[in-house]
């Protein structure tokens, strides 16, 4: 499909989702407007608010303690999940052994483990890294694993007839076949990551953009939530974006899927 197309219909999606929205909010369709207002706002009040927040320079202060929480979450938890996602599957009885636990604390609500965390590292970034770390891990650790276990045989055999030693076999059979279902995870661990980051923010910190959105839900300020939530989205879509680019440099021997558009 042709890249103009789609962005067009991309952004005909999102221009149809905010007409809705504002439709719904100002004209009486489900009742009165005002009371409508309390608990939705308008995308014009959501949009001015936003725009105004990212004038001031506090918000990019928060912005930047966020950006440092989601940043080292992601990096140690995506590195931990590589490092013994290769481990295990390379070593079938380490990953029998350890199976059951490894699902066990993968089933765990993370959500309870933010105020352990507060109480282990304090109210800083650090207890905001750990919840961030552990929602990364396991999405990076289970499709690093499935990659590694996915090599076929028949090209692992033919490597070996090549004279391929284990570091050989690691770094031009199981590595290119790790990289495509590491890079699937990494784009939904950038967003895990900014979740963990915020809701360690929301649950207790004094800075944060997960701080100004439960700063303005305290007070009702339900313009001031979706602005956040707002900020928050543009934010996970560059930091995603950053993701795509290094993916395309690494994984340049991949084919186009679809062929020429």
Do not use: C
């Amino acid at each position: 499909m042709n890249r103009l197309l789609l962005l067009a219909l991309q952004i005909g999606v999102g221009l149809a989702g905010l007409g809705i929205w504002h439709v719904l909010t100002v004209y009486p369709v489900l009742g009165e407007t005002r009371q409508i207002q309390f608990f939705f706002s308008t995308p014009g009040a959501v949009l001015s608010r936003a725009w105004a927040e990212m004038l001031t320079p506090e918000i990019w202060g928060h912005l930047w303690i966020t950006l440092q929480e989601t940043v080292l979450a992601f990096v140690f938890g995506a590195a931990g999940g590589i490092a013994f996602g290769f481990l295990f599957a390379r070593n079938a009885l380490l990953a029998a052994v350890f199976d059951p636990y490894i699902k066990a604390a993968n089933a765990l609500p993370r959500v309870v483990l933010a105020p352990i965390f507060a109480l282990w590292f304090g109210l800083g970034i650090w207890s905001k890294v750990a919840l961030g770390f552990t929602l990364v891990f396991f999405i990076v650790f289970f499709n690093v694993y499935q990659g590694v276990r996915e090599v076929s045989p028949v090209v692992l055999n033919n490597a070996r007839m090549l004279g391929l030693n284990e570091r050989g076999l690691l770094r031009h059979v199981y590595w290119p076949s790790a990289l495509t279902w590491m890079f699937s995870s990494l784009h939904t661990a950038v967003g895990f990551a900014l979740v963990g980051a915020v809701v360690g923010e929301y649950l207790g910190s004094s800075a944060g953009l997960g701080y100004k959105i439960h700063e303005a839900e305290s007070v009702f300020d339900v313009t001031g939530v979706f602005a956040g939530m707002l900020i928050l989205t543009v934010f996970v879509i560059v930091i995603d974006a950053v993701v795509t680019v290094i993916e395309n440099r690494l994984l340049v021997w991949r084919p186009q899927a679809g062929g020429q558009g």
